[in-house]
């Protein structure tokens, strides 16, 4: 399995941007599909965006998508996700995640959990 560490959440206003990263240890990154999930206090985690083995296919929620960017480097174990237009809605902690299931989607599907960043965003 893969080891992974989120890092750049923060407070920022609404309208504003953020660029979340998950570094990965092991070698088998590439091996992995990623994803970021988020959970909002009192809240379920939710699907917000993965990334396939290759890069070459992504997915995005439905609240994210046209405002979110998902995108790795396998060569430098990285996974990034670029945060514009951020609403106050989109308050959360958020976590990157691996895992083998081809349903990008599927939260069970994932088998490695970072620890989590928080994502503030003020009205």
């Known amino acids: 399995q893969v080891q992974l560490v989120e890092s750049g959440g923060g407070l920022v206003q609404a309208g504003g941007s953020l660029r979340l990263a998950c570094a990965a240890s092991?070698?088998?990154?590439?091996?992995?599909?990623v994803g970021w999930i988020r959970q909002a206090a009192g809240k379920e985690r939710e699907f917000v965006a993965a990334i396939s083995r290759s890069g070459g296919s992504t997915d995005y929620a439905d609240s994210v998508k046209g405002r979110f960017t998902i995108a790795r480097d396998n060569a430098k174990k990285l996974v990034n996700l670029q945060m514009n237009s951020l609403k106050p809605e989109d308050t959360a902690v958020y976590y990157c995640?691996?895992?083998?299931?081809?349903?990008?989607?599927?939260?069970?599907?994932?088998?490695?959990w970072g620890q989590g960043t928080q994502v503030t965003v003020s009205s």
């Open positions: 092991g070698r088998t990154f590439s091996w992995y599909v």
């Open positions: 995640a691996a895992g083998t299931s081809s349903d990008l989607r599927e939260l069970g599907g994932y088998v490695s």
